[in-house]
């Protein structure tokens, strides 16, 4: 798929001072829109992949996040952008994170917040926490133009309430989702992105600050080009599969945090069954993805090596890649504890492990959470990409 020219938004680029001339964009629309069959919104990124081999990281994650059923999980879309009629190479087309109709859905947004642990802390509404120190940036509210119903001081009592209970090794259930946690861990771990120990880029959100019974839920999982081991050994997929993530060579800012958090048996059963859950029929659909996905990508991928002197063998890679997560899910699941007791059955609300999205060659989204067994019933004929796999409608 091709983007072209400007149209009705607003585009947004990083200084022109920046090394790197291949740059993200915010899209920005005056209405709301549904591009490629997303969900309609106003707000869109198209993620770069500027770092010499990456173009297959951003995709393959947020497909992980996506059957993991992780909150909020992001949609790539690989498209081709050309601006004024300049080739700029292979992009993911994908929503923005946010407190929106296409990223974080919410039935009333009035008393909810969205806050970002990112080490570079530069937000102008933030804090620490006193127990851990870690830098929290509130992304929703917009103190300065929403005229919120909450104050930062209730944001930062009900986050506090999280580093607290983890310290003092108290319950966790009643202030923290730990479904969506370990979800959320599990992507993470999986493909070993190692942003959230820094922290970097890690969100989480809370539909309602003013109510104690409102849980914290960690997602949308989010940037993906340093995972795959890349912050271990500067290249993607070639660290040991077994490296424990949780212990890393290098001490991060969040590292006790995260190691204090998974003592809890509260977390450690609710991780446990959604590997169990994830191991049962989800990894499968990740690994055929990596396949489809560079065959769906190939001819866009070898365009862009070309434009931006990226000399990444992406056939090879994706393979590496389809093995390393194999390898790495069946260590990391050998070496959780195990609960009798905890059986790996998907909530009716997380969706189907039987259900696939179904996207034709375009990258439009045809149909969403179709029955495995009968996801080509009205479809035209053509070539589609159904549960990561590459199939003809006759």
């Not at 969205?114 to 937000?123: N, P, S």
């Not at 509404?125 to 006193?130: C, I, M, N, R, V």
């Not at 509260?266 to 396949?291: I, P, T």
């Not at 991928?301 to 002197?309: D, G, M, P, R």
Request: overall charge negative.
């Amino acid at each position: 798929m091709e983007i072209r020219g400007r149209g009705n938004s607003t585009w947004t680029t990083p200084s022109p001072y920046d090394p790197n001339p291949k740059n993200p964009y915010k899209l920005k629309f005056k209405k709301k829109q549904s591009p490629f069959g997303l969900t309609k919104g106003k707000k869109w990124v198209l993620l770069a992949n500027s770092k010499v081999g990456s173009l297959l990281t951003n995709a393959i994650a947020m497909k992980v996040a996506q059957v993991a059923g992780a909150e909020a999980a992001n949609h790539i879309i690989p498209v081709d952008l050309y601006i004024n009629g300049d080739y700029r190479g292979n992009y993911n087309f994908t929503e923005q994170v946010g407190v929106s109709a296409n990223s974080i859905k919410l039935d009333n947004e009035d008393k909810a917040t969205l806050v970002e642990l990112d080490t570079y802390y530069d937000e102008p509404y933030k804090f620490k926490d006193p127990t851990y120190g870690l830098p929290a940036n509130i992304k929703f509210p917009d103190f300065d133009e929403d005229a919120p119903a909450i104050t930062m001081e209730d944001i930062e009592t009900r986050f506090n309430q999280i580093t607290s209970a983890v310290a003092d090794g108290g319950s966790l259930s009643d202030i923290l989702d730990l479904d969506a946690l370990a979800r959320y861990m599990l992507v993470n771990q999986l493909v070993c992105n190692q942003e959230i120990l820094h922290p970097k880029s890690t969100y989480l959100y809370n539909a309602d600050v003013t109510d104690p019974a409102s849980k914290w839920k960690f997602g949308p999982v989010w940037d993906f080009d340093w995972a795959y081991g890349y912050d271990v050994d500067h290249n993607f997929a070639t660290v040991d599969s077994g490296y424990d993530y949780w212990h890393p060579t290098k001490t991060f800012e969040s590292t006790k945090f995260w190691n204090t958090l998974l003592e809890s048996e509260e977390v450690k059963r609710a991780y446990y069954k959604v590997w169990m859950e994830f191991m049962n029929g989800g990894l499968q659909q990740v690994l055929d993805y990596c396949d489809s996905y560079y065959q769906w990508t190939a001819a866009s991928l070898s365009n862009n090596q070309e434009k931006w002197n990226d000399r990444t063998d992406y056939a090879k890679q994706s393979s590496r890649i389809r093995q390393w997560l194999k390898d790495r899910a069946e260590a990391i699941y050998n070496s959780l504890e195990k609960f009798d007791d905890v059986t790996g059955i998907r909530s009716p609300d997380k969706g189907n492990a039987l259900a696939v999205d179904v996207v034709d060659l375009s990258g439009r989204v045809v149909k969403r959470h179709a029955n495995m067994k009968h996801w080509s019933d009205g479809l035209q004929a053509g070539v589609y990409i159904a549960g990561g796999k590459r199939v003809t409608v006759k």
